[in-house]
Structure formats: structure tokens, C-alpha cells
């Protein structure tokens, strides 16, 4: 059983107050760099993994995708997600990503966005997706770069002049990684880049993209804070199809 840290009260409530919780998709800086790799969405049938508050489930039916079903294991994102979300065109289910069974050859396009770190069992997820898409169709997901990961306890090193490290350490130790963000001990796994597509290729994706997302200049002016993400990648950006 995966962790669900998203049901702790205290992370819940520090998580609804992101930008992007707040604002929706267009409060995720990366989201133009998502929007650039997604197949058009008209009669689409979607399946979103870790949908969270539902906000690219309802954005995918307003841009014309027959039907989606938005799952996710934690159930204050659930009810969030069906108090936010009108009509009868997206259904709502708690799933845990490491224990899903899906239909087979019944999706159009599979996504996720920043859910995949939290499974440990990419391969077998990786394979279900795969058995759910009818040929052809897409899978668009993010994950947390594993550089950004493969900090043991994320934070920056600065020298005396104030210019700033992160301190990769053990990148091809896959695995466990623990921090703490919003609560203490967030369980998250590490993969290589390599074992990431790898195992999309094995499972019989071919790949479309790879976007390792660093904000545009005009992003940086507006948020300042975000220079950061120019000194390692946050974000990976991966499209792919059934083959
Ligand atoms: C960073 S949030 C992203 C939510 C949403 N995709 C978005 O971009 O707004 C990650 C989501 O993944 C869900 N999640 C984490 N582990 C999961 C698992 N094993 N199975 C299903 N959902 C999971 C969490 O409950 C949370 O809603």
C-alpha cells in the first residue's frame, strides 16, 4: 500500500495553497511546456493518474475529450475534485497507482502530472497504462526530474559568494527517497532518467518527447523565484504512444 500523504491534514492543507492548487494549471509554470505535448483532446476518452483537485480532468473536457476518469489514492483530493467538477462527462475514483487495474484498449490519451515519483512499481504501472491504450494512444506525464530527486535531503548549498549547489548524491542508487515538504518523511522512489524511458520503450511505448522544463525568461521576470530552476532541472516532461 502506497503511502498517501496527501490525506495528512497538515500536508493537505499546505498543498491547497501551492499556486498551482490555487490558481489551477495556469499556476504551474511548466504548464505551457505540458500544454506543447498533449495530442488534440476533441473526442478523446482520458484517464488522468494522480488527477489531485481535478483541474486537467475539467480542462480536458472544455477542450472538447468525450469522457475522463480522474483517479487518485487520497480521498480529501477525490472529494475535492467531484465538489469542483460540474457535469457527467468526468467520474472521480480512488485508485493506488502501485495496485491499478485498468480496462484494456479503452483510453485515447493516459496522463499524470507529478504523481509517478510517489509509485514504486513503475514497470507494472508502466505495463497497465500500455494494456489500457488502444493503439496509438498517448501518454503525457511529469514527474520530478531524479536530479531534483536524487538530493537525499533537497536543499542548497551556498558558498560565500551566495552562488548556489545542489547536491546531487547516489543518482544510481534507485530507490527510497525521504523528505520532508509539508510534513515530515514524504515517500517518494527514484529512477534514473535511463530507467524511466527504458522502462517506457520495454513496456512497448515509442517515445515522442523528452522536456527537461527550465522557465522562459518572461516567467522569470514575472516570479523572480523561479531563476532557480535554471541551476537544475525541477520537472521531467515525457510523451510517448502505444506502439
Ligand atoms: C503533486 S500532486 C498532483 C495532482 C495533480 N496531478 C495536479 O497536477 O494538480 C500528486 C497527486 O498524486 C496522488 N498520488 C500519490 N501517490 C499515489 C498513488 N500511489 N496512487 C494514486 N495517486 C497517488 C496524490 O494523492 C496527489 O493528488
Not at 39 to 56: A, H, I, K, N, T
Not at 84 to 110: C, H, K, N, V, W
Not at 137 to 151: K, Q
Request: aromatic share 10%.
Amino acid at each position: 500500500m502506497a503511502q498517501n500523504i496527501y490525506d495528512n491534514p497538515d500536508f493537505f492543507a499546505g498543498y491547497s495553497q501551492l499556486p498551482r492548487q490555487v490558481h489551477g494549471l495556469s499556476g504551474a509554470p511548466e504548464w505551457p511546456a505540458i500544454q506543447a505535448l498533449l495530442p488534440d483532446l476533441r473526442g478523446r476518452r482520458v484517464v488522468d493518474l494522480g488527477c489531485g483537485f481535478g483541474w486537467f480532468a475539467r480542462y480536458a473536457v472544455e477542450h472538447g475529450a468525450e469522457s475522463v476518469l480522474g483517479l487518485d489514492i487520497s480521498e480529501k483530493m477525490i472529494a475535492r475534485a467531484r465538489a469542483d467538477t460540474p457535469g457527467d462527462r468526468i467520474a472521480y475514483e480512488i485508485a493506488d497507482l502501485d495496485q491499478l487495474e485498468l480496462p484494456a484498449d479503452r483510453f485515447d490519451l493516459a496522463y499524470s502530472a507529478l504523481a509517478f515519483h510517489y509509485v514504486s512499481d513503475f514497470a507494472r504501472l508502466v505495463q497497465t497504462i500500455h494494456r489500457s491504450l488502444r493503439p496509438g494512444g498517448h501518454l503525457v506525464f511529469t514527474i520530478e526530474h531524479p536530479i531534483f530527486m536524487a538530493a537525499a535531503h533537497p536543499h542548497w548549498i551556498a558558498d560565500e559568494n551566495g552562488s548556489k549547489t545542489w547536491p546531487v548524491n547516489n543518482y544510481a542508487r534507485e530507490g527510497e527517497r525521504r523528505t520532508d515538504w509539508f510534513a515530515k518523511g514524504v515517500l517518494k522512489y527514484h529512477r534514473r532518467l535511463s530507467t524511466t524511458l527504458n522502462t517506457l520503450i520495454d513496456a512497448g511505448f515509442a517515445l515522442n518527447r523528452l522536456e527537461e522544463f527550465a522557465p522562459m525568461p518572461e516567467q522569470i521576470a514575472t516570479f523572480p523565484v523561479l531563476e532557480e530552476e535554471l541551476e537544475r532541472p525541477m520537472m521531467a516532461l515525457i510523451a510517448a504512444e502505444r506502439r
